[in-house]
């Protein structure tokens, strides 16, 4: 099993509709990222939380919300989806004991808004 | 964080050792080089990092200059399930997450 995990990884839904993205992880990292990929470009940080309950804006939070209830859970929210935020997300963590700076990635959950 | 930069395409047969540059001119002292790849939409996958000394692993070599400002990831022998696009960041190694991925050097590697 993935020690990240993402669900759904496939979404389609409507404009208008309240989507949210689910990132579970088993490493026990206290760190984890939500990013955002658009076809052919790289990833850009829309939150990211260092512990339960912190959380931090990225680059491009706008139209974006996050939880983070439980060290092993970080959700992503899209309040009202738009079409502009048909994307690839991932959900990352990384390990401050360690400190490698190394990032976890999960597979990933593509979402289009009609 | 420094930003880097990187030819959005390569190259490279199958067998032969593949070299991908990125150069990162205003990396600071502590920063960290780190290289990612990914293959088709999975999640990115990390490959190695460095500090100041050259690195190496079972994927792959790190070869950074003197001078810090630019730095070369080495895939020795080059396999077709090497396609991918690498990702070059440089950050400190408490900021990683926030980093900003560009859009990396798609490698192609031919029969």
């Known amino acids: 099993d993935a020690d990240v995990t993402q669900t759904p990884r496939n979404r389609i839904t409507k404009t208008g509709k309240r989507i949210m993205l689910e990132c579970s992880q088993t490493?026990?990292?206290?760190?984890m990222y939500w990013y955002r990929q658009d076809p052919g470009l790289g990833l850009r940080l829309i939150y990211y939380s260092f512990d339960v309950k912190d959380i931090n804006k990225g680059e491009i939070s706008d139209g974006y919300s996050v939880s983070r209830q439980a060290q092993a859970k970080f959700s992503l929210s899209l309040e009202s989806a738009i079409p502009n935020q048909t994307a690839l997300y991932f959900c990352a963590t990384s390990d401050p004991v360690t400190n490698t700076g190394e990032l976890f990635f999960g597979e990933g959950s593509r979402l289009t808004v009609l | 964080d420094a930003k880097t930069t990187q030819p959005p395409s390569m190259d490279c047969a199958e067998g032969r050792a593949a070299n991908l540059p990125c150069n990162h001119s205003t990396i600071s002292g502590n920063e960290y080089v780190y290289w990612y790849r990914q293959i088709h939409s999975q999640g990115p996958q990390y490959i190695i990092h460095g500090l100041k000394n050259n690195e190496t692993n079972e994927m792959a070599s790190l070869i950074i200059t003197e001078d810090r400002k630019s730095s070369t990831l080495i895939l020795p022998h080059a396999t077709l399930r090497d396609t991918a696009v690498y990702y070059c960041i440089v950050s400190y190694n408490t900021n990683a997450g926030k980093s900003t991925f560009g859009d990396g050097t798609t490698l192609t590697v031919k029969p």
């Open positions: 490493k026990g990292h206290d760190r």
